[in-house]
Structures are given as C-alpha cells and as structure tokens.
Antibody
Framework: QVQLVESGGGVVQPGGSLRLSCAAS????????MHWVRQAPGKGLDWVTF????????YYSDSVRGRFTISRDNSKNTLYLQMSSLRAEDTAVYFC?????????????????WGQGTMVTVSS | QSVLTQSPSVSGAPGQRVTISCTGS?????????VHWYQQLPGSAPKLLIS???NRPSGVSDRFSGSKSGSSASLAITGLQPEDEAVYYC????????????FGGGTKLTVL
C-alpha cells in the first residue's frame, strides 16, 4: 500500500545538525512533489519545505530558510531533510507528506499521504 | 498567529451537525487557491479529509463536506459520531509568502 516512513529523529543540542529521511513505497515516488510539515508539542501544523518531483524547484518557510535543506533521491524512493543550526523552537514532530496530484500545480495540491512522523528535540 | 483563522474549539452531540470555519484573505483563499481539510486524531498523523474545497478522497465518509466562498471556507460534519472527535485543520496557499503553504490553527471538535 502507499506508505511513507520517516526516520532520523532524536535529541540534538542547540546549534547541532540532524538529517531526516522519508522512505516512500506503493507509488511512483519520482512523479510527485513532496513536503515536510512539522508540529511542535501541543501545537498546530507548520509547513516547512517543498520539493518538486524532479528536484527542480524548492521552497522553504521563512523560519527554516538558510538552515534546512530538502532533497530527494528518486532512485532510492527517499526524501531527505538536512537540518542545521538547530534551535529550541525547531523541536517538533516532523512529517513528510505526498502531494495528491502529479499533474496539478503544487500551490493547488493537497497533501494526501502522510508519514507517521519522527520527533526532533533540540535541547541542551 | 496563523494565516488562516479557525475557531479553537467546537462541540456537538452525537447525531448533530457542526461546521468548522476557516477564514483567509485576498492573498490565499480569496486569491482563488483551493482549501483542503485534514483530520488529526490524538497521537496520529493528519489525514486528508476534503481536497480542492469539496472533494472527498476515496474512503472518507459522506458525512464530511466542504465549501468555499470568497476568502473563507467551511467544513461540515453531519451525524456526529464519537470517533469524529479530533482536531481539524484547513490548508491553502498564500501568494504573498515566499512559496508558502499555510495551515489554519486547528479546531478541536468535542463530541459531547
């Protein structure tokens, strides 16, 4: 079945780095744009970053631009999020999510499949 | 402060109908961007409930429906059931923010 499985979360000190992975299965990963969305403890959903199906276009929220890098390896059906200069406010569950349509504009597309999330805790 | 505004909470008795509103602006919903709705059960990942303003993905109950008008959107739930108790989020795209997909703050639905 269609599935996304995140990994790589953990506890890291402020200023540290971490790389998250999102393994996709059950669909043609190379045809779909992908997002990372995070949720701080007890808070709402916060969009982080998006990458086009072929990696040609990438967008970041203002809060992570310059510190986080999204990438993908379509040969491995895997999405990545490299996080550096981490801050306490980056503490959250990080979800990867697939866009619904492979043909619609990303700005109109919903997020139809979500992973279970991986927890990132930034603390000294 | 979320770009899309939702009431923090709503409640209803089993069998009743409730609506959850999502208010945006001319830079997002009012600019013509679609609104999508997600249901998040406690301890779970969000689940797509309504796509493109009013489309239900396969497997989603027809008790859920969406609508959009101007710069606002609504999610209606009819025949409330205890398992509908969850947090509901609206989501759209904002043209003024640099490549920004935006979420509402979420509405906690309590089934009395």
């Amino acid at each position: 079945q269609v599935q996304l499985v995140e990994s790589g979360g953990g506890v890291v000190q402020p200023g540290g780095s971490l790389r998250l992975s999102c393994a996709a299965s059950g669909f043609s990963f190379r045809n779909y744009g992908m997002h990372w969305v995070r949720q701080a403890p007890g808070k709402g959903l916060d969009w982080v970053t998006f990458i086009h199906y072929d990696g040609s276009k990438i967008y970041y929220s203002d809060s992570v631009r310059g510190r986080f890098t999204i990438s993908r390896d379509n040969s491995k059906n895997t999405l990545y999020l490299q996080m550096s200069s981490l801050r306490a406010e980056d503490t959250a569950v990080y979800f990867c999510a697939k866009t619904l349509s492979s043909t619609s504009s990303p700005s109109y597309n919903s997020f139809d499949i979500w992973g279970q999330g991986t927890m990132v805790t930034v603390s000294s | 402060q979320s770009v899309l505004t939702q009431s923090p909470s709503v409640s209803g008795a089993p069998g009743q109908r409730v609506t959850i509103s999502c208010t945006g602006s001319l830079s997002n919903i009012g600019a013509g961007y679609d609104v999508h709705w997600y249901q998040q059960l406690p301890g779970s990942a969000p689940k797509l409930l309504i796509s493109d303003n009013n489309n239900r993905p396969s497997g989603v109950s027809d008790r859920f429906s969406g609508s959009k008008s101007g710069s606002s959107a609504s999610l209606a739930i009819t025949g409330l059931q205890p398992e509908d108790e969850a947090v509901y989020y609206c989501q759209s795209y904002d043209v003024y923010l640099s490549g920004a997909w935006v979420f509402g703050g979420g509405t906690k639905l309590t089934v009395l």
